[in-house]
């Protein structure tokens, strides 16, 4: 499925590596112009600006941390200065710190929380506004284990569920304003953050998934871009889960 998003403003979370790198590409192949945010690998996100801006995107970049409240409203701002509007927003950024509830500590779930959870409320209030004076899309970006939790992952599972209520309510909210919000909740895909995985965690989750392949960025990329489409228009407040079959 080919769809055109020539004109389409879009703000990516965490857009310099994985999925969110993933999800700034398709869209900028599908003709949209993006803006993405990052923490702090600038060279990263220069690189990447330089890279869609010769294939003839309009493209720029924006640093902050997610779960700072006034960088969320400063972002958002840059974006409707700089278009006048803000047609998708993408929540993707996120982080894990993975522990056994005997070793996790305040601060790991506090950074967890703030960035997954406070940072989709913070863009969210941010950009509903604008978003409601022509209609829009808002996708937040879960996990499997927001469902199915795992050891291990008390805090990231909380915030990942977190993330599908806060969804649900907002799309209850805003779908009288032509504001959908649904999220993509992926499975184990090939990215930094599974990449800290061992080798027998990482066999384990294969034995699990019946497509028996950790799944491409790319490959949750196209669930967005789909959810972000015409094709969705009558779809809001639905948990997309793209995870190759590991939870059904
Ligand atoms: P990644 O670690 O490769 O990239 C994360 C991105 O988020 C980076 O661009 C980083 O700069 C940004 N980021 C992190 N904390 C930030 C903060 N406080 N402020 C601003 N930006 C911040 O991660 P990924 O694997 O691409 O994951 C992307 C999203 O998908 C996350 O929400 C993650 O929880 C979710 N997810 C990932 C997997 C997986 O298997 N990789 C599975 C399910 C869900």
Redesign the pocket.
């Known amino acids: 499925m080919t769809v055109d998003f020539d004109g389409t403003t879009v703000l990516v979370?965490?857009?310099?590596?994985?999925?969110?790198r993933a999800i700034v590409q398709k869209f900028a192949e599908a003709g949209a112009r993006v803006a993405f945010?990052?923490?702090?690998?600038a060279a990263e996100a220069e690189a990447l600006v330089e890279e869609l801006e010769e294939q003839g995107t309009e493209a720029f970049s924006l640093q902050?941390?997610?779960?700072d409240f006034d960088v969320a409203q400063s972002h958002v701002d840059a974006v409707l200065d700089r278009w006048d509007t803000l047609d998708v927003l993408v929540n993707?950024?996120?982080?894990t710190r993975d522990g056994l509830m005997l070793r996790l500590e305040e601060e790991d779930w506090d950074a967890v929380l703030d960035?997954?959870l406070k940072?989709v409320f913070n863009f969210s209030k941010a950009a509903y506004r604008p978003m409601m004076r022509s209609g829009g899309s808002i996708i937040n970006?879960s996990?499997?284990v927001g469902t199915t939790g795992n050891a291990g992952q008390t805090n990231y599972a909380a915030s990942?569920a977190g993330v599908v209520g806060f969804s649900k309510s907002l799309a209850k909210e805003l779908g009288s304003r032509d504001v959908n919000v649904n999220v993509v909740a992926?499975?184990?895909?090939q990215?930094?953050?599974?990449d800290e995985l061992d080798d027998d965690t990482r066999d384990s989750i294969l034995d699990a998934v019946p497509l028996d392949r950790l799944a491409d960025?790319s490959e949750i990329a196209k669930s967005v871009l789909f959810l972000a489409s015409p094709a969705a228009d009558y779809i809001t407040g639905h948990v997309l889960h793209v995870n190759g079959g590991l939870s059904m």
Not at 13 to 20: D, E, S
């Open positions: 979370t965490g857009g310099t590596r994985g999925i969110g945010t990052y923490r702090s690998s902050g941390d997610v779960a993707n950024a996120g982080i960035t997954n940072g970006i996990s499997v990942k992926p499975g184990y895909v990215t930094d953050m599974t960025p």
